[in-house]
Nanobody, 121 residues
Framework: QVQLVESGGGLVHTGGSLRLSCAAS????????MDWYRQASGKQRELVAS???????NYADSVKGRFTISRDNAKNTAYLQMNSLKQEDTAVYYC???????????????WGQGTQVTVSS
């Protein structure tokens, strides 16, 4: 089995920063893309940022220039550095990873349990 555990969420004032971490553990051969999603109260879950195994990144327009996604492949961990936070960034942030559990196996998508980020004025 594979587990994803997010950490680093919390309460921050507008303009502040937080760094989220997503650590994958368990039966892992390789991890392809790692993504950060968020879901605000009453809204659909949306993709915030993604990073391929080789380091290629993509961001939602709403966070470009403020958020930075990175990963440490040796630690099976992804990070989301969030700067210049706005109230509209308030949401539960989820990590998703595409995991291959063995050589030649199909990719399986796993989700973490989420971490709350609250930005207050």
């Amino acid at each position: 089995q594979v587990q994803l555990v997010e950490s680093g969420g919390g309460l921050v004032h507008t303009g502040g920063s937080l760094r989220l971490s997503c650590a994958a553990s368990g039966s892992i051969f390789s991890i392809n893309t790692m993504d950060w999603y968020r879901q605000a109260s009453g809204k659909q879950r949306e993709l915030v940022a993604s990073i391929a195994k080789g380091g290629t990144t993509n961001y939602a327009d709403s966070v470009k220039g403020r958020f930075t996604i990175s990963r440490d492949n040796a630690k099976n961990t992804a990070y989301l550095q969030m700067n210049s936070l706005k109230q509209e960034d308030t949401a539960v942030y989820y990590c998703k990873a595409g995991v291959m559990r063995a050589i030649g196996s199909s990719q399986i998508m796993y989700w973490g349990q989420g971490t709350q980020v609250t930005v207050s004025s």
